[in-house]
T-cell receptor, first 112, second 111 residues
């Protein structure tokens, strides 16, 4: 597996609380992505980054924000978690936009 | 916006037979079409990809075909084996270079 880790791997939180998920890479890849995976929906892009401080929205960005202050770290924040944000979150990295993406191990988030 | 439709959602084939999964896309500017395999409890991993200037690509038992005119592409797995059981996702880039994934196909290889 490419050098990509996610933390935490599991989290249970209450509705209305802020949550931050971290993605860390050691590959020096330019692009980083956050997806959520839900049964029947496949992988849906939340936000992605094409460089330090350069980010853009995906198809399901409402309720999420991201930050990338260093090449190796990409943070996903749920400002006020809702039950609809219960999901498995995957981070991915790639050298360029139309190249292979390497996925992290995933974070299972439960909002009660 | 860009849409990627994937069929079937579930597929069962006898071990040794072939499996075919089909995807269609809506954005004629799409130029990159990867396929990912996700085993139960694991992360998705790329198994093959094709670019818009190529019609077919093969890697051992796996092949992908692309029909740009019809805007569809297919994954073909021959001589299926138990370890091929997984969920398979197709994807396509849109004109903004964002990747859109299909909803996935759960492939069962029957003994």
């Amino acid at each position: 597996d490419a050098g990509i880790t996610q933390s935490p791997r599991h989290k249970v939180t209450e509705t209305g609380t802020p949550v931050t998920l971290r993605c860390h890479q050691t590959e020096n890849h330019r692009y980083m992505y956050w997806y959520r995976q839900d049964p029947g929906h496949g992988l849906r892009l939340i936000h992605y980054s094409y460089g330090v401080k350069d980010t853009d929205k995906g198809e399901v960005s409402d309720g999420y924000s991201v930050s990338r202050s260093k090449t190796e770290d990409f943070l996903l924040t749920l400002e006020s978690a809702t039950s609809s944000q219960t999901s498995v979150y995957f981070c991915a990295i790639s050298e360029s936009s139309s190249y292979e993406q390497y996925f992290g191990p995933g974070t299972r988030l439960t909002v009660t | 916006g860009e849409n990627v439709e994937q069929h079937p959602s579930t597929l069962s084939v006898q071990e040794g037979d072939s499996a075919v999964i089909k995807c269609t896309y809506s954005d004629s500017a799409s130029n990159y079409f990867p396929w990912y395999k996700q085993e139960l409890g694991k992360r998705p991993q790329l198994i093959i990809d094709i670019r818009s200037n190529v019609g077919e690509k093969k890697d051992q038992r796996i092949a992908v075909t692309l029909n740009k005119t019809a805007k569809h592409f297919s994954l073909h797995i021959t001589e299926t084996q138990p370890e091929d059981s997984a969920v398979y996702f197709c994807a396509a880039t849109n004109r903004d270079d964002k990747i859109i994934f299909g909803k996935g196909t759960r492939l069962h290889i029957l003994p």
